[in-house]
């Protein structure tokens, strides 16, 4: 039978991941720092335990999905982290959206203990998550990605290996940036199309049989009533929080100005999430842009 896997972050994504995991048949011992996120998981046979040292006394392979930097750094080095209690030879896999830098001081951390750790951040969104499709993007050590993919491929439809520690979260970063200006690209335009008196479904299909076609046009439509089993469809709650999306447009202008890189609609997308974080939009998905667009309906 299957040795036990930990899991630590049982949130929008981190859940389903993990119950991927037990439908796959690897036992597994997880743990949040909200109780009520750890429910579901533990009637459906998870061991939860009280922090994330207790996940690596009792475990060699550890994957976290966590909201930003500060939480993953409390998470492998805070006073109950996975540092604290890792067996050497661990693998220890992040698939949160960080600064690389960060990957890279909690790769260098855990080699100390004798320990390997991952980035693996994904892209696919709450529905690749339960459906086992996300797309895993790795850096790390080449020689540790067989025993990484192993357990990825229980959660994911395709795993990459990108290069050294801190490169998966550099191809998310990119992802995010593009994804942020398709999103508000999107809204806009589904929202001048309908003041032009298309009928949104219409507009809908005609760009996805057209080049303005697009993930956010296509399997992400912002504007209510267009598609199915999406945030928008459920006054955008659930999917991916605006905050979390600000949060990866930060990434990348820090990036952006380290490697003195142009990204002119990366930094414009960053300030409109940033201001919607302001106005009320944090916990709503990120595709709630096209609602922030339509503010000036109610004036
Ligand atoms: P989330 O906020 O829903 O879940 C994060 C979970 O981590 C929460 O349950 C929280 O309680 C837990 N947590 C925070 N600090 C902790 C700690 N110290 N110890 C234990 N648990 C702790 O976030 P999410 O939507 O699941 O996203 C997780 C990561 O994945 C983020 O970095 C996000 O950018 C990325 N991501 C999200 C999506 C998406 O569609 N939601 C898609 C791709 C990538």
Request: net charge negative; charged share 20%.
């Amino acid at each position: 039978s299957k040795t036990q896997v930990g899991f630590i972050g049982l949130g929008n994504m981190g859940k389903p991941m993990a119950k991927n995991l037990l439908k796959h048949g690897y036992p597994v011992v997880a743990t949040d720092v909200f109780p009520e996120s750890c429910k579901e998981l533990q009637e459906l046979g998870a061991q939860i335990v009280d922090n994330p040292a207790e996940v690596a006394d009792q475990t060699d392979r550890i994957v976290t999905m966590l909201p930003s930097s500060p939480n993953v750094i409390e998470v492998y080095t805070g006073p109950n982290g996975i540092l604290k209690k890792v067996k050497k030879g661990s693998l220890l896999i992040d698939s949160s959206t960080i600064d690389p830098a960060v990957s890279k001081e909690m790769a260098v951390a855990a080699e100390k203990m004798g320990a390997v750790f991952m980035d693996a951040p994904v892209s696919g969104g709450v529905g690749a998550a339960s459906s086992g499709k996300l797309t895993f993007m790795v850096g790390g050590v080449e020689e540790e990605f067989t025993a990484a993919q192993e357990l990825l491929t229980c959660m994911g439809a395709n795993v990459v290996y990108c290069g050294a520690v801190g490169t998966g979260q550099a191809a998310k970063i990119c992802n995010n940036m593009l994804l942020a200006i398709g999103m508000i690209g999107t809204s806009e335009t589904m929202n001048l199309g309908i003041r032009l008196g298309l009928d949104p479904k219409l507009l809908a299909k005609i760009l996805n049989m057209s080049s303005g076609r697009c993930w956010s046009s296509d399997t992400y439509n912002p504007v209510p009533g267009v598609m199915e089993g999406v945030p928008s469809g459920n006054n955008y709650q659930g999917g991916f929080g605006t905050q979390l999306m600000a949060k990866d447009l930060g990434l990348a202008q820090t990036t952006a100005t380290n490697t003195k890189t142009p990204v002119p609609l990366g930094s414009l997308a960053h300030q409109i999430y940033r201001m919607m974080c302001a106005r009320g939009y944090a916990g709503k998905d990120f595709s709630s842009v096209f609602q922030f667009l339509r503010e000036d309906e109610d004036k």
